[in-house]
């Protein structure tokens, strides 16, 4: 004898027959016993799971049910146990599938019965282990409209969010199965307030491995780096570059030109920040683009202008004149080309080059209008984000405050349209600037942003006047915090990020308090060209006042 509840609950003799178990309410009270797997169900239990309002004679009910169900199965089915059953039939289809066996036929759990709490638990669960060995198998295809609707009907189900992303990257949809995991993330974290999602997280990075491991050589290595590219959009930062610069070394190792700038190219990330979340991964890819640079064919263009934007992306924060030169060939060749896609990368390499020189806040008001002319007209909707951004800072280090709150509010807008929650990060530190409070600027959240995130709490806790605190994380502009409290520590020359003018104006204050004439030259002529701007502007989330 077999029973089935995947599908109809159904019970099938041992000469093939189906057996009649009779009423509904028989049917409801063998599927509860299944569900138990095998394990005594009280009399109690039973009741209310059978029930929402049970009537005065549910405990005679059950027994007749239980002895009708005797009389059909057989008598050692259903045995009593104290005050309770259990079900002693071995095969049973959802057993079998929770021990890993692929069911007979596949479909709806308890079809045939109402959806009572206990039903639709078993309903969640039974689909959650069928979708879990089909996945397994590779066979995530045939499962994704079952588990779409099956999200959407358990929105704060962890585990269905997971399941539906794995179908969806199996089914070549790579971005989607991502964006079901951030929307997921963010669901369940503005309803419970969870900082911790671990079935979302381990998604996450499996299907960004995975899709370094799929297909030939050049799809799956160039899948890797667009899909690792649309995961650091959509807020996996740190874990994106990572399976980027994997996807690169490998395409190197293959001794391919093309390939290699394909692939080092197609992790097509906007940036507006000139610090690198990871240096050592930022240098080990400029050096893989300038051997690449250099023996690569005639003919690619428009790939040998990405590369050079790259490079000038990539780069950034130093004084080397190379990477801004790189930067500037990438325009020209953009222009040329009439490329508006390679234009606003060439342009955003202009931008992160362009803090080589201080005071130069009024060229970035003009590259992002640019960027947000083009990218608006061209449809390139992640670099129409980054135009506002770059106004944004602009503005605010010029001064004039209006001007930058608008783009900040475009900025906003946009990002929830196109889903980059990163934007937010920003735009919040812009609000801190324009009314500081050092609560807020405490609970700024910038993890994942390795390279926002170092230094800048204690740079903005001092834009406000507080002492520096030395017990804080101050990244690498620790030299600076430590020299305004020891007489005894010398004083680098700042880089050319955006903390530039900032840390210009940490040293004239040094030099300040030690007398230090030389000191204070040095800074004032450095300060010079940035002269009418505001100090710190250049972030857009701290002032240190107008210079």
Known sequence: MQIRVLGPVTVVGTDGRVVDVGSKRRRELLGRLVAAGGRVVSLDALIDDLWDDPPAGAVGAVRTFVSELRSALGASAIATV???????????????????EPPDSWGEPYADLDP??????????????????????????????ELTEFARSHPWREKAQVLLAHALFQDGRQVEALSVLREARERLVDRFGLDALPELDRAEEEILRHAVARGGSYARLRSASVVAGQAALTGGLALAQAQRFTAVAEAERLGNPVLTARVLTAYDVPTNWTVSDDPAQ??????AARRTLRVLPDGVEALRARLLATIGLEHRGTRDRWAEQAAIEAERLARSLGDPAVLVVALNARYVQSFQQPGR??????????LIEVSARHDLPAYEILGHLVG??????????????????????LAEIHETPLVHVFTSGFRLMRTPDEAGYRALDLSGMPGVEAGFLPLALLSMG?????????????????????????????RADHYYEVLWWITARIAEQRGDEVLAAAARAALEPARGEIIGGTTAMMSFGRL
């Open 82 to 100: 104290g005050r309770g059953y259990a079900l002693k039939v071995p095969d049973v289809d959802a057993w079998r599938l929770e021990a890993g």
């Open 116 to 145: 009572s709490p206990w039903v639709v638990r078993e309903r969640a669960r039974l689909l959650e282990l069928h979708a879990r060995a089909e996945l397994d198998r590779g066979r995530g295809s045939s499962l994704v409209a």
């Open 282 to 287: 930022s240098a080990a890819l400029v050096s």
């Open 361 to 370: 806040s009024a060229d970035r008001a003009r590259i992002a209008a640019e």
């Open 392 to 413: 944004m800072q602009a503005w605010s280090a010029l001064g004039d405050f209006a001007s930058a709150a608008r783009h900040a509010a475009v900025a906003e807008r």
């Open 466 to 494: 507080l002492p520096p605190d030395l017990t804080l994380d101050w990244g690498p502009y620790r030299p600076w915090a430590e020299a305004l409290v020891m007489a005894d520590r010398e004083v680098p020359e700042p």
